[in-house]
Structure formats: structure tokens, C-alpha cells
């Protein structure tokens, strides 16, 4: 009896040591933050590279990618540029097929918020941008989120006065909300964040930020998130006074005084303009320096509109946009 008895106390705690063990390997190799996705334009406004549709068509090519994604992010005038020949069935039955397979969210990248009102061009963006999001939800594509590109800076120059300034400060943030309610009216699902570079640009960040957050919770509309714009080359040579210490106070401030989420684009501008080796090595700088200065944000996006990578796959070939995602998530673990 006292031999069973020892023999099942015994059991109980190599199971439990094992359990703890099982555990503690989780948790050294758990992810600080939420990987996000998105393909490059190759400094080519709308344009998908062909290797980035194709991918779609083969998930073995990024297999270890979309297991390690969180989000994949698309520019949302991709999936209507003719040039790229995106049909309603190639959305469907492969692009959303496939994240939804694996658990991965969608989120849009949109520029229709952007200087809305400043000329009928931009308007025309912003209309077909809605019936975009329309059609992509007739189709029965669940959209997680819609991202606002560069909405608040690129209505900002150092050059303005300040009244101007302040005034198209107060109309940016207006054709945000305008754009987030009509979406919201009817897709209340939909989460609402930023893309910006005010920061980057030695602009005053914290007043805008607070009052886009106010004017959307007037309007019950909460804002998700503020994904932060800002190249490595540009932080680590101290472009218009930057520094990683200056962007880390950036992150604190979303976090801490807004009560939101804070996600860091990580990319190079002058990487991204020589060569695919030279964006790889200054994208992995950029996630150790960036983690050394204290940052901690809750998305981490990998991101180039730059020369390079010039391939999206196979995931096993250096530097691919998706070999460059494995090891930035590899970094951030």
C-alpha cells in the first residue's frame, strides 16, 4: 500500500515539475508584442509585387510567417489598383482564406482620411476607399481594423505659422472623424488607429493626439491604437533633434497619459533605398537599439514603401520582406 501510494505521489510531481517546466519554456519565449504584417509598394503607389499575390497561392513559401503573425496589414488602394488585377474571388477564396486559416487578423491601411477636402482628387479617394471597404464586406471578408496614413502629419509643415498650422491641425483631425464615423455606422466591429510621423517631424504630437482621441470618443468611436512612423536611419542619426529616448517618451505618453495601444513601424529609409542586405541588418539595429533605450510597444510592424526588400518570398531566402519578419519576430521574443 505505502509502495502504490508512494509510487502515485511520485507520479504527481514529475507531472508538476514537468508542467512547470513546459511552462517556464512558454514564457522565456513569449512574445512581448503583437507582430504585424505588410507587404511592400516598392515606392510604387497601389503596387503588390507579384511574389507578394503569389504567396497566396502557396503558403508554404511563408508557412512560418503566418504562424508567428498577428496582423497582416494591406494597403487598401492595393486591392483595387487595376494594375494589380485583384478580382473579387482572388480576395476571397485566397487572400482573407487563407489568414483566416491561420488566425491571422486584417487590418487597412487607408489614405482617404488624408487631406480629404484639399482637392477633388482626394475626395474621390475617399469615396471609392468606403465603397472598397463595402464590397469587401459583401463578400463576407472580416475587417479588424482601419489604419489613418500619415492623416495628421502631412497636414503639418515646421515651415507654417501657427494659426495656419492649427487650423489644418483642426481639419485633419475632422476628416478622420468623418471617415471613422461613416465606417463605424455601419461596421461597428472595426477597431480605429493612426500611422503617424508627427514625432519625426519635430512636431507637437501630445495635443493632436488627445484631441483625435476626444473627438472620436464624442462621436463613440474609441481609438485603438497609434502605430508610430519613424525610419532607424533617422532616430539613430538624430534627424530634426530625434533620439530612441524621444521615441520611447512618445510610447509612454500613448500608453501611459492616452490609455491606448502603442505600435512601433520598423523600417530604414536609406536600407531600404541601397540594397536588400542593408534594410535586413538596419531593421534588426533598429529593434535592439529601440529595445535597449526601454521601448516595449504592444505592435510591432514590419513595414518598407522603399526600394527594398525587392522580394516578398520564400521565407527561407535572405533578406525577403518574410525572412526579414521571422527575424524582427525572433528579435522581439
Known amino acids: 500500500m505505502l509502495a502504490t501510494t508512494s509510487k502515485k505521489t511520485g507520479l504527481l510531481i514529475f507531472k508538476f515539475i514537468l508542467f ?12 512581448n508584442c503583437e507582430m504585424w504584417y505588410e507587404d511592400s509598394n516598392q515606392r510604387q503607389v497601389g503596387y503588390l509585387p507579384k511574389d507578394a499575390i503569389m504567396k497566396f497561392y502557396d503558403t508554404t513559401t ?5 504562424k508567428e503573425m498577428d496582423v497582416f496589414m494591406v494597403r487598401l488602394n492595393a486591392l483595387y489598383f487595376k494594375k494589380n488585377q485583384l478580382n473579387d474571388y482572388f480576395i476571397k477564396n485566397k487572400l482573407y482564406k487563407v489568414l483566416k486559416t491561420h488566425n491571422v487578423k486584417l487590418a487597412l491601411d487607408v489614405r482617404g482620411a488624408t487631406l480629404t477636402s484639399s482637392s477633388p482628387k482626394k475626395h474621390k479617394e475617399y469615396k471609392r476607399e468606403l465603397k472598397m471597404i463595402g ?13 489613418f496614413q500619415s492623416a495628421l502629419c502631412e497636414s503639418q509643415s515646421p515651415k507654417k505659422s501657427f494659426d495656419v498650422k492649427a487650423h489644418l491641425m483642426d481639419k485633419a483631425i475632422g476628416e478622420i472623424v468623418m471617415y471613422a464615423k461613416e465606417v463605424h455606422s455601419k461596421y461597428p466591429h472595426i477597431k480605429f488607429g493612426l500611422i503617424d510621423a508627427l514625432p519625426i517631424k519635430g512636431l507637437p504630437y501630445k495635443e493632436p493626439y488627445s484631441e483625435l482621441k476626444k473627438r472620436l470618443k464624442a462621436n463613440g468611436i474609441i481609438l485603438d491604437s497609434i502605430l508610430l512612423d519613424g525610419p532607424y536611419s533617422r532616430i539613430e542619426n538624430h534627424f530634426r533633434g530625434l533620439s530612441w529616448q524621444k521615441i520611447v517618451a512618445v510610447e509612454n505618453f500613448v500608453k501611459n497619459e492616452l490609455g491606448i495601444k502603442f505600435g512601433k513601424i520598423y523600417t530604414d529609409n536609406r536600407g531600404g533605398m541601397k540594397s536588400d542586405r542593408a534594410f535586413y541588418e538596419n531593421l534588426i539595429k533598429m529593434a535592439k537599439r529601440y529595445k535597449n533605450a526601454g521601448g516595449d510597444p504592444d505592435y510591432c510592424v514590419l513595414m518598407s514603401w522603399f526600394h527594398y526588400p525587392k522580394y ?10 518574410t525572412y526579414d519578419f521571422l527575424k524582427l519576430s525572433n528579435e522581439m521574443k
Not at 469587401?136 to 489604419?147: A, H, N, Q, T, W
Not at 516578398?312 to 520582406?321: A, D, R, V, W
Open 20 to 31: 512547470l517546466s513546459l511552462n517556464a519554456f512558454s514564457f522565456v519565449y513569449a512574445k
Open 62 to 66: 511563408w508557412k512560418r510567417s503566418l
Open 135 to 147: 464590397r469587401l464586406s459583401k463578400m463576407g471578408v472580416k475587417i479588424d481594423y482601419v489604419f
Open 312 to 321: 516578398t518570398i520564400p521565407e527561407t531566402q535572405p533578406y525577403t520582406m
